[in-house]
């Protein structure tokens, strides 16, 4: 039966305290603390992160297509699961298709994912005004879903919808931020189709909600949601944490964000209702696995509370709306960069999205690949090796505090790779203050920067979490 039978979830690496707000505006804010994408990430690379996760613990499966939602897409008309298809050194021959706009494209992507033995990427940063709710209680993350037929961790026994057309929330394109008309209309709205959705699945799958081991509910609608958990009629403990507290309501993804949680702890042949509120109710029900333990036994497996614990919620309020583009700050006095040309970039995907390296017959890997042997001078004799997973360790560094960049200063550094390759790269998420030589780093994917509205993509280099 087809499944989930791999999946992964990415939460960037800084955090607000939402008392920032209050303190900053007087007013808003509240307590907890809500995740954010950094200066350099966007849904795209958000969205290959969470793809790499899923990818590395899934053996080797290769899925025929990727689906990839988001509210927020880097790119209009152009394809954004393309970027995500080569950061992941996907085969060309894998369907790459887009479904982003409205909220319930998330479950879409899922859906669609679901029926074609694929993978769903969901990927989204959620903002508001200042001091609004939307700001507040907003989150950034983004989670992939790989479906297969064999070695399933989780199948679906039933599923139901319930659709029905009203404005509860808007956005029309060109707008950064979000319209909601009053939580007790969206109450109103959803509760009924909250209850239609969630019966009808239950009765298909001959469940009652007493023998429900887990509940998701989730939605923008924080009344609406909160009236459909007590409805649900579940026992208190099985209520899925939502992350409000900690990460925000990370829209789209949010779902499965909640399910990989679950999918974390869960013991093989338990039951999990889903219920996503958007636009509608789509409701999924699925049993849990024998295959669940030995996943998560997988050498370097961390969780989605694992991740969360190795984030900052040390973000300042002023970088956070600079971030956002909420606040227009004085540039650096340096020349702005190039915009990226087409023609350049597609010779180089290879490099700069699949981060290719290239091995000459001595074994000595060249940064970035190249065509002649710097041991040998022979031609045309090199390997391809993917660098993207190769962990590497400072050799010296430099804090530049006059580079153009969004977040200054920028920290360069030359890491040595294992096993061979040395290259100069950009350092994120980090304290420059506390970078060393010798220091373990990984790769991240992250947008440069954006010039004449081309995004220019690129791999980084990250502390490595626990070193």
Same mark, same amino acid.
């Given at each position: 039966?087809?499944?989930?039978?791999?999946?992964?979830?990415y939460?960037?690496?800084?955090?607000?305290?939402?008392?920032?707000?209050?303190?900053?505006?007087?007013?808003?804010?509240g307590k907890?603390?809500?995740?954010?994408?950094?200066?350099?990430?966007?849904?795209?690379?958000?969205?290959?992160?969470?793809?790499?996760?899923?990818?590395?613990?899934?053996?080797?499966?290769?899925?025929?297509?990727?689906?990839?939602?988001?509210?927020?897409?880097?790119?209009?008309?152009?394809?954004?699961?393309?970027?995500?298809?080569? =950061?992941?050194?996907?085969?060309?021959?894998?369907?790459?298709?887009?479904?982003?706009?409205?909220?319930?494209?998330?479950?879409? =992507?899922?859906?669609?994912?679901?029926?074609n033995?694929?993978? =769903?990427?969901?990927?989204?940063?959620?903002?508001?005004?200042?001091?609004?709710?939307?700001?507040?209680?907003?989150?950034?993350? +983004?989670?992939?879903?790989?479906?297969?037929?064999?070695?399933?961790l989780?199948?679906?026994? %039933?599923?139901?919808?319930?659709?029905?057309?009203?404005?509860?929330?808007?956005?029309?394109?060109?707008?950064?931020?979000?319209?909601?008309?009053?939580?007790r209309?969206?109450?109103? +709205?959803?509760?009924p189709?909250? @209850?239609?959705?969630?019966?009808?699945?239950?009765?298909?799958?001959?469940?009652?909600?007493?023998?429900?081991?887990?509940?998701?509910?989730?939605?923008?609608?924080?009344? %609406?949601?909160?009236?459909?958990?007590?409805?649900?009629?579940?026992?208190?403990?099985?209520?899925? @944490?939502?992350?409000?507290?900690?990460?925000?309501?990370?829209? %789209?993804?949010?779902?499965?964000?909640?399910?990989?949680?679950v999918?974390?702890?869960?013991?093989?042949?338990?039951?999990?209702?889903?219920?996503?509120?958007a636009?509608?109710?789509?409701?999924?029900?699925?049993?849990?696995? +024998?295959?669940?333990?030995?996943?998560?036994?997988q050498?370097?497996?961390?969780?989605?509370?694992?991740?969360?614990?190795?984030?900052?919620?040390?973000?300042?309020?002023?970088k956070?709306?600079?971030?956002?583009?909420?606040?227009?700050?004085?540039?650096?006095?340096r020349?702005?960069?190039?915009?990226p040309?087409?023609?350049?970039?597609?010779?180089?995907?290879?490099?700069?999205?699949?981060?290719?390296?290239?091995?000459?017959e001595?074994?000595?890997v060249?940064l970035?690949?190249?065509?002649?042997?710097?041991?040998?001078?022979?031609?045309?004799?090199?390997?391809?090796?993917r660098?993207?997973?190769?962990?590497?360790?400072?050799?010296?560094?430099?804090?530049?505090?006059?580079?153009?960049?969004?977040?200054?200063?920028?920290?360069?550094v030359?890491?040595?790779?294992?096993?061979?390759?040395?290259?100069?790269?950009?350092?994120?998420?980090?304290?420059?203050?506390?970078v060393?030589?010798? @220091?373990?780093?990984?790769?991240?994917?992250?947008?440069?920067?954006?010039? @004449?509205?081309?995004?220019?993509?690129?791999?980084?280099?990250?502390?490595?979490?626990?070193?």
């Open positions: 039966m087809t499944g989930i039978v791999s999946y992964g979830a939460l960037p690496y800084w955090r607000l305290q939402r008392g920032a707000i209050g303190a900053a505006l007087g007013t808003g804010g907890g603390s809500r995740s954010v994408a950094s200066f350099d990430e966007d849904t795209t690379s958000m969205g290959v992160e969470a793809g790499r996760i899923a990818l590395a613990r899934a053996g080797g499966v290769v899925p025929p297509s990727l689906w990839f939602a988001t509210t927020d897409p880097a790119y209009l008309d152009k394809t954004n699961a393309n970027g995500i298809h080569a =950061a992941l050194a996907l085969p060309s021959s894998v369907t790459a298709i887009d479904m982003i706009g409205g909220l319930r494209s998330g479950f879409g =992507a899922g859906f669609a994912a679901y029926a033995r694929g993978m =769903a990427v969901l990927s989204d940063i959620r903002t508001g005004l200042p001091g609004g709710s939307d700001e507040a209680n907003g989150g950034d993350a +983004a989670v992939a879903l790989l479906f297969g037929d064999e070695g399933a989780a199948e679906p026994i %039933a599923n139901a919808s319930a659709t029905a057309e009203f404005t509860d929330r808007w956005r029309v394109p060109g707008e950064p931020t979000s319209k909601v008309w009053e939580e209309f969206g109450e109103y +709205a959803y509760l189709l909250a @209850d239609e959705a969630i019966s009808a699945a239950l009765k298909s799958a001959d469940l009652t909600a007493a023998d429900i081991d887990h509940v998701i509910v989730t939605g923008m609608q924080t009344r %609406a949601v909160a009236a459909t958990r007590k409805s649900v009629g579940a026992k208190p403990e099985a209520l899925a @944490d939502d992350f409000s507290s900690t990460v925000g309501n990370t829209g %789209a993804a949010h779902w499965a964000l909640m399910l990989a949680d999918l974390d702890r869960a013991r093989p042949n338990e039951t999990i209702l889903m219920a996503v509120m636009d509608g109710c789509d409701v999924v029900i699925w049993r849990t696995t +024998a295959a669940l333990p030995a996943y998560r036994d050498a370097g497996f961390q969780s989605v509370r694992d991740r969360l614990a190795q984030t900052n919620d040390g973000l300042t309020y002023a956070f709306l600079t971030w956002k583009g909420q606040l227009r700050r004085e540039p650096p006095r020349p702005e960069p190039d915009r040309a087409g023609p350049p970039a597609l010779r180089g995907t290879e490099w700069k999205y699949g981060f290719f390296g290239s091995v000459d001595a074994g000595f060249h970035p690949p190249s065509r002649v042997s710097m041991e040998s001078g022979a031609i045309d004799s090199m390997t391809p090796k660098m993207a997973d190769v962990r590497a360790t400072i050799a010296t560094f430099t804090i530049d505090r006059l580079a153009y960049s969004m977040s200054p200063p920028v920290v360069a030359i890491i040595d790779f294992d096993g061979g390759g040395r290259m100069q790269a950009e350092l994120t998420d980090v304290d420059p203050e506390l060393k030589i010798g @220091d373990r780093v990984e790769m991240t994917f992250r947008r440069l920067y954006t010039q @004449d509205g081309i995004h220019n993509y690129f791999w980084k280099a990250r502390p490595v979490a626990g070193d």
